[in-house]
Structure formats: structure tokens, C-alpha cells
């Protein structure tokens, strides 16, 4: 693959980020209007908290404010209504002890969401890091975080996520990789301007110039109680 220029990718980066429109909230709390129906509901619960005699599970209460996928962390994955390109997100999550999910941008490049609490030495399969790719049953590429940031199992923790979409000519050739142009995990910066030379293992494998969120709901217990995405617009 012909390589993309640095001075094109690093100068659009800039114009991509200068402003925002309108910030959508994807996880209301209450229900799931934003998202296309999943085979396996999530539900609305008032909180999630460990549970004492099962540290990988959790306890709930009745009520609205946090999306949960499941009781046994066997859910559908959720697909957004809507679709992106370059975006500001802001997610909030909790898993417990153990537990796996994942954020996909556009459907095709997973930020990890794991129980990662306490590791020394983080890979590209730990929360906050931008997944691997997959080919021949085999992993490659991906990028570990730069720190481990993630809080212990049944605390909320938080993205803050600039992405810009990858850029394609007048006739669909691919100029400009996906990059994630900065990711924040609880306040700690773990990510600069990486760019991924396709879909990470799991996500759609056309690229195109946007696409639905998706969140994995079908490793493990995971709650949300915001998704906040904004568009960002070149000036």
C-alpha cells in the first residue's frame, strides 16, 4: 500500500478538530431509541454495584440512569441509528471483575474496554488500547496504551475520545488512514495521533467515510451510563 503523506494527515488532523456541532447522547439511561433493536435487550437500571458473594457480577437497582447489557453479560452487541465521521465522544462505563466489552468507531475501530486494574505491563488486548487487527487466525498491528489507567472492577471510568475518520478520493481511493487523534481514560492521556491501516478484529471490514457506533455487549457484564458523541466539522 502506498503510504500516505505525513504533511496531508497531520495538517487535516488540525482542521478536523477546530469546531463541534451538536452533542448526541447516545446512552439516555432510560432506553434505547438511539440504537437499533439488539437480538438480546439491554435494560434500564438505577445503579450497578460488585456483587459481595460474586465479584463477577453485578447487583442492581430498579430504575432508570444506567444501561446495562445483561445479567449474565451474553447480550447483543448495540448499533447506533446514526452515523459518524470524525467526532468527540465522552463514554462512561463500569465492568466488573473480569469483564469485557468494547467501543467501536464507525463499527470498525475498537477502543478495548477490559477489567485491566493493577496490570503492570498493558497490551493491545487491555482497556484503553486501540485493538489489534486480525488475518490468517493470526493478530498483528494495534496499539497498547501508554499507561495503565484503568480503575478497580465496579468503579465508573471514563473516555474521552478525538477521532477523525479516514479521507478517500473522488473515486473511493483510501488517502488518509483512521486516526485517533487523542484518547483520555479517567484523566490520563493513553493515546497521540494513532492511525489504524484498517478495521481492528471484530469491526466491518469495507471502510468507509462514516459509520454507526458499536458497543460489544455479548463478553462479559458492562454498564453505561453515557455515550456523548459531537461531530466535528473542518473550518
Known sequence: MKPFPL?????????AVSSRAGETELFN???????????KPWSAVSSVALDASNPKAFQTGSGTGVSLNSADGKGADLVSKESF??????VEFCVPKGSNSGIYLMGRYELQVLDSFGKDAVSVHDC???Y???EDNKGYEGTAPSVNASKAPGEWQTFDITFRAPRFDAAGIKIAPATFVKVI???????????????????????????????????????????????????
Open 7 to 15: 504533511s496531508f494527515v497531520f495538517c487535516s488532523l488540525a482542521l
Open 29 to 39: 439511561g432510560k432506553n434505547f431509541a438511539a440504537w437499533q433493536t439488539p437480538g
Open 85 to 90: 465521521g470524525d467526532c468527540r465522544m465522552h
Open 128 to 130: 484503553g488500547a486501540i
Open 132 to 134: 489489534e487487527r486480525w
Open 185 to 235: 481514560h479517567n484523566g490520563t492521556v493513553v493515546h497521540e495521533n494513532v492511525t489504524c491501516s484498517g478495521p481492528t478484529r471484530g469491526g466491518a471490514e469495507e471502510e468507509v467515510a462514516s459509520g454507526p457506533v458499536r458497543v460489544q455487549g455479548d463478553h462479559g457484564p458492562v454498564a453505561y451510563r453515557s455515550l456523548k458523541i459531537s461531530p466535528l466539522t473542518a473550518d
